[in-house]
């Protein structure tokens, strides 16, 4: 049991860690304090949804309909695009002020654009897909094990950004943190939707 659950728990963390386009978004909602148990839920439940079904062999089926990659692909990369554009437009307006007095988003816009970030992002679904899903295959009876470790990760990392972004919030008390931030997202948003469409040929 331990085995299959710890190999789980380090490899979804190490799929999780990087600092992408969904990791900036849970980021900027944990600092702002609005809907932040929503988001972390959206987002460990969805890779939870994802691992679940490359463990069941949904990467065999998406396999046989290519053409759903090319929708998430180009799909994704727009939205990307047209998110990094909002961030660099706040960084230039009143928007990067502090979030006290930006104006609160909703918990239904909040959480569509969390879906957005993980099930748009052709990546997600090689990492946790295909991935965690193929690796699974080593684990014979330790399958559900191996299963639950990364679906802690998904859990665990976002929850710690999620609400430990509030550690940082003397830091963002300056509204030039705040332009210099989402300058950051903006950069991060644009770069993810270069890599997708560059990599457009191995996704």
Known sequence: MTAPL?????????????????????????LRGQHVLAVCLTCALSDAALILAGIAGFAQLSARVPWVET??????????????ARSFL???GSASLRPSEAAPESLRRVVLTCLAFTWLNPHVYL??????GSISTQFDEGKGWFATGAMMASFTFFFALGF??????????RPVTWRILDIGIGIIMWAT???????????
């Open 90 to 92: 706040a960084a230039l």
């Open 164 to 173: 430990g972004a509030r550690l940082l919030k003397p830091l963002f008390a």
């Open 193 to 203: 939707a270069a890599r997708l469409l560059l990599n457009e040929g191995s996704v």
């Open 127 to 132: 990492d946790t897909v295909v991935l965690i």
């Open 71 to 84: 929708v998430l692909l180009y799909g994704g990369a727009a939205f990307l695009v047209a998110y990094g």
């Open 6 to 30: 710890l190999a789980g728990f380090l490899l979804g963390l190490s799929l999780i860690l990087p600092i992408g386009a969904q990791n900036a978004f849970v980021l900027r909602v944990g």
